[in-house]
């Protein structure tokens, strides 16, 4: 029984999915939903509370595994070293590590950003880039105000502002590439240009 459970419940994601893809959630309704699903629409409540539970169950992941880059990439565990390694690390290195993160979120969750992006108006998740972005500033900016009381000798103390840029440019890099469906080489090659840009420009600053 609990398998027949599983089996239902990925068909109203897969459904759904589809759904919310070509009509945009406010578009869409559970009746089209349980349609595709070759269910009812009671079946569909017993599984879901409503249509924006659905939708949120289909995104969580991707915004998990946001949520983990950053915990990892801005942990105030590692900012007493984070200066001196971005600095002396090779560029390659370091080129390497930001492009493969990078490359594994789009690649692994592209169906899910691309309905948090550009699908999500009316849902309680339409104003998640504006309320992510807030969200990631404060992080940044805790964790590079740490990262400024053990290296000094860096300039790397700057407005609230400019750490909010580089947020809001990784948010559009990732709506480029679905709104323009780029192709993987394609994707890689915007990726790859964003990193090089970015660690060059914050290198710049950060030495000056």
């Known amino acids: 029984m609990g398998s027949t459970n599983t089996s239902i419940r990925d068909n109203i994601l897969k459904a759904a999915e589809q759904i919310f893809l070509r009509e945009g959630f ?15 629409v009671s079946d569909i409540y017993y599984y879901f509370k ?4 659905i939708f949120c169950t289909l995104v969580q992941p991707a915004i998990n595994e946001f949520d983990r880059i ?7 565990d590692i900012a007493d070293t984070y200066m ?3 600095v002396y690390t090779s560029f390659d290195k370091m080129q390497k ?22 699908r999500a108006e009316g849902s309680s998740l339409e104003n998640f880039t ?16 740490k990262v400024n ?8 103390r700057y407005d609230k502002l400019t750490y909010r840029l580089q947020i809001v ?4 890099l990732m709506n480029e590439i679905i709104k323009h469906k780029l192709k993987p080489k394609e994707t890689k090659k915007a990726i790859e240009d964003y990193v090089k840009f970015e660690y060059y420009g914050w290198r710049g600053l950060i030495a000056r």
Request: with cysteine; proline share 0%.
């Open 149 to 156: 009381i053990h290296n000094q000798q860096f300039n790397c």
């Open 70 to 76: 950053i915990h990892d990439h801005h942990n105030l």
């Open 169 to 172: 440019w990784t948010f559009q």
């Open 50 to 53: 409503n249509k924006n539970d």
């Open 130 to 145: 504006d309320d992510y972005i807030d969200k990631c500033t404060h992080i940044v900016v805790a964790f590079m105000n």
């Open 97 to 118: 590590g930001l492009i493969d993160t990078f490359l594994n979120l789009i690649n692994n969750y592209r169906t899910a950003f691309e309905l948090l992006l550009t």
């Open 26 to 40: 406010a578009r869409a309704n559970v009746r089209d939903i349980a349609k595709a699903a070759y269910i009812s």
């Open 84 to 86: 001196s390694e971005f």
